[in-house]
């Protein structure tokens, strides 16, 4: 899985058709709500209540090679769109290309990159993550760009970290020092430039959750909250314990159920005294984490990217102020 599935678009987009075919045919809600998820063994019925609604396949045609930026061009940025961020979460890399172009950024996409390798290295695997690390070199250095950008969090620690995870490779690792000190988390990025404050209102209650692989893996604990603060009508609520773990911890929720459950149970309790509108969070596998936690408990409380906030009020400034409705199914 680790070696040929993940690094190959097509093959992941294959696998995910099943998925696509549960929920286009309304499987899924059948399950869900006459209990049959039930006579499933655990592990696969907490791995079926983390499934998200996968969004349209027709949001990729929006992720096109170069996307100019709106305006004057003040920057040029590659965009890592990850190998399960593409299929699960393929609207939160559109919203990130989006915002960046609001902000005079020139987005490239190359079609060539391949999966990180941080679920390799947390796996073990780590000589397919140091392969992987080689060919996302190879192909960001073929573009010229002021950063590479990252929207996942735990790709992103790795990224950084590619410098480490090749030293010694006498062809590689100066060329994996020089890729990883361009790579630059979203909100880090957002925040090192002048932000277009031009944004329409998003009325809402947010808690922001410290995925840890973006507070303890980069030290970027402001920055979200500071892009958050500066959307018209967000209004930011404490989490007790924000920076705790949710419990899915790149593959830990997979490999130590009980524990993670556990962590997730501490995390919900924090986020229903919150009572926010939306939980906002920088990593795909908190996210899932949070919305499987929150839909046991019966809450209908959004959980987003801070990037798709950013995105609404973007949005809402050209649609006479209000923000539109989610139309990523």
Not at 60 to 76: F, S, T
Not at 183 to 199: A, C, G, Q, R, Y
Request: hydrophobic fraction near 35%.
């Amino acid at each position: 899985v680790f070696k040929t599935l993940f690094p190959s678009a097509g093959k992941l987009s294959l696998a995910f058709l099943p998925l696509r075919i549960y929920q286009s045919l309304g499987i899924q809600k059948l399950v869900r709500k006459s209990g049959l998820a039930n006579v499933l063994p655990k592990q696969l019925r907490d791995m079926e209540s983390m499934m998200p609604r996968l969004p349209r396949r027709s949001l990729k045609g929006k992720l096109k090679p170069v996307i100019p930026a709106r305006g004057e061009r003040k920057y040029r940025v590659g965009l890592i769109t990850g190998c399960v961020m593409n299929e699960m979460f393929t609207h939160i890399n559109v919203a990130t290309v989006n915002v960046l172009t609001e902000n005079g950024c020139e987005v490239v996409i190359p079609e060539m990159q391949t999966c990180c390798g941080a679920l390799q290295v947390h796996s073990g695997e780590r000589e397919t993550a140091e392969m992987l690390a080689r060919k996302n070199i190879e192909v960001f250095e073929t573009i010229d760009v002021d950063a590479v950008i990252i929207n996942s969090a735990g790709c992103g620690a790795l990224l950084k970290e590619y410098g480490e995870l090749l030293e010694g490779d006498p062809i590689y690792q100066g060329r994996a020092q020089t890729f990883s000190n361009k790579v630059k988390d979203i909100h880090e990025f957002l925040t090192e430039i002048p932000i277009n404050e031009n944004m329409g209102e998003c009325n809402a209650q947010v808690a922001y959750h410290d995925a840890c692989h973006l507070a303890h893996g980069q030290q970027i604990r402001e920055q979200p909250r500071s892009l958050l603060g500066r959307i018209p009508g967000v209004e930011l609520v404490e989490l007790e314990e924000s920076d705790w773990c949710c419990g899915s911890a790149g593959i830990y929720n997979i490999t130590h159920p009980e524990m993670a459950d556990r962590l997730l149970n501490r995390k919900i309790k924090h986020v229903k005294k919150a009572n926010p509108d939306i939980v906002a969070t920088g990593n795909p596998g908190c996210l899932l984490q949070i919305q499987n936690g929150l839909r046991r408990e019966g809450k209908e409380i959004e959980v987003l990217h801070p990037v798709e906030l950013l995105d609404r009020a973007y949005h809402a400034v050209k649609k006479n102020h209000r923000a539109p409705s989610p139309t990523m199914y």
